[in-house]
C-alpha cells in the first residue's frame, strides 16, 4: 500500500490521539456522573476541530520540505476533504444514538459512559475496517466501481426512504439480543453488568452499547468507502476518519436538543453520498479534482443548512399563527 505515511507521522498521530483521548477521559472522570452541558460540548466541539486543523497545519509542513509544496498541497486537501466528509456522514449517526438513547429511556447522565465506550470501540473497528479496505483497494482496483455503486444505491436509497414507523424494539437485532441475553428490567446505574442471587445478568445499558458500535459499523460500510473516492493512502483515511469520529461525543451534546431542527439534513448527505458515488463510477473517465470535490460537499452541506433555516423558519411562523 502506497501511502505518505512515515513513521514519523504515524507515531505523531498516535501520540496526539491519545493524548487526547486521555485528556478527556480524564476530565470526564472528574465530572463524575454528571453530563456535558451544551457550553461544554460546544467548546470541545471547537477543541477537536482545532487539534484536527492544526495536524494538518503540521502535516502541510513535514510534506513540505520531505516531498515538496505540490505534493503538501494536494495531500492537505485530501485530508481536510475527507475530515469535512466523514464529519457531515458522522452527524447521521448522532441522531441515531439519540434514538436510541431516547427509546430505552437513558438518563443524560448515563449516556455518557455508552457514549465513551462507543467511540473507542468505533477507533478500533474503523482502524480495521480501513486498512481491510486499503488492502482491497491496492488488490483489487475494481472495488471502487463496487464502492461507488453502492454509495449510489445507498445515497438514492436515503433520500427516498419513508420514516422508519417501526420501534427500535422491534428491530430482529434487538428481539435477538433480548431472548439470548440474561437482562435485567431496569438500569442499575453505570453497570453494564450485575449480580443477582449469585447470577449475572446484563443490564439495558449494555444493550445500548451493543447497538450504539452496531450502529457505528453499518455507517462505517458507507462512510469509509466516501472517503477512497478522495484518497486511498491508508495514512490519510484513517487520520481524517479518525479525527472526525473523535469529537462524536462533544458533538452528540451539542446537538441532542436541537436534532429536530435539522430534519433536511438526510437529504443533503444523501446528495453527497451519490455526487460521491458518481465520482468513483466515472474516475477512468474523468477524474474529479480533490479540491473541486471540497468545493462540492461544502457546498451542498451549506446549501443544506440554509434549506433547512428556512424551513424552521417557516414552521415556527406557522406554529406562532395557531
Do not use: C
Not at 69 to 97: H, I, P, S
Request: no cysteine.
Amino acid at each position: 500500500m502506497q501511502t505518505v505515511g512515515t513513521p514519523l507521522l504515524w507515531g505523531s498521530f498516535a501520540v496526539v490521539v491519545l493524548i487526547m483521548l486521555a485528556i478527556d477521559l480524564l476530565l470526564q472522570g472528574r465530572r463524575g456522573a454528571q453530563t456535558m452541558s451544551f457550553k461544554q460540548a460546544a467548546i470541545w466541539s471547537l477543541i477537536w476541530i482545532s487539534v484536527s486543523l492544526l495536524f494538518s497545519a503540521a502535516f502541510w509542513w513535514y510534506l513540505e520540505g520531505s516531498a515538496g509544496r505540490e505534493v503538501a498541497n494536494t495531500q492537505t486537501l485530501a485530508f481536510l476533504t475527507g475530515y469535512v466528509l466523514e464529519k457531515a456522514l458522522a452527524v447521521d449517526n448522532v441522531f441515531v444514538w439519540l434514538m436510541l438513547f431516547s427509546y430505552f429511556s437513558i438518563p443524560a447522565n448515563l449516556q455518557r459512559r455508552v457514549l465513551i465506550y462507543g467511540v473507542l470501540g468505533a477507533i478500533v473497528l474503523r482502524t480495521i475496517m480501513i486498512f481491510a479496505g486499503s488492502w482491497l483497494v491496492t488488490q483489487f482496483s475494481w472495488i471502487l466501481y463496487v464502492f461507488g455503486a453502492f454509495l449510489l444505491f445507498t445515497g438514492l436509497k436515503m433520500a427516498f426512504a419513508k420514516e422508519d414507523e417501526g420501534g427500535v424494539g422491534e428491530k430482529p437485532v434487538v428481539r435477538w439480543l433480548r431472548s439470548h441475553l440474561r437482562m435485567t428490567d431496569s438500569l442499575e446505574g453505570e453497570k453494564f453488568f450485575t449480580r443477582k442471587n449469585g447470577v449475572l445478568f446484563a443490564t439495558p445499558l449494555l444493550l445500548v452499547l451493543i447497538m450504539v458500535e452496531l450502529s457505528d459499523v453499518i455507517f462505517a460500510v458507507d462512510s469509509i468507502p466516501a472517503i477512497f473516492a478522495v484518497t486511498t493512502d491508508p495514512f490519510i483515511v484513517l487520520t481524517s476518519n479518525l479525527f472526525a469520529i473523535l469529537g462524536l461525543r462533544a458533538m452528540y451534546f451539542l446537538l441532542a436538543n436541537v436534532a429536530e431542527r435539522f430534519s433536511m439534513l438526510k437529504y443533503g448527505l444523501a446528495i453527497v453520498l451519490v455526487f460521491i458515488g458518481i465520482k468513483m463510477l466515472i474516475i477512468d473517465l474523468y477524474h474529479i479534482p480533490v479540491g473541486i470535490s471540497l468545493g462540492v460537499i461544502g457546498a451542498i452541506l451549506a446549501s443544506t443548512l440554509l434549506v433547512n433555516v428556512w424551513v424552521n423558519h417557516r414552521n415556527d411562523q406557522k406554529n406562532i399563527s395557531k
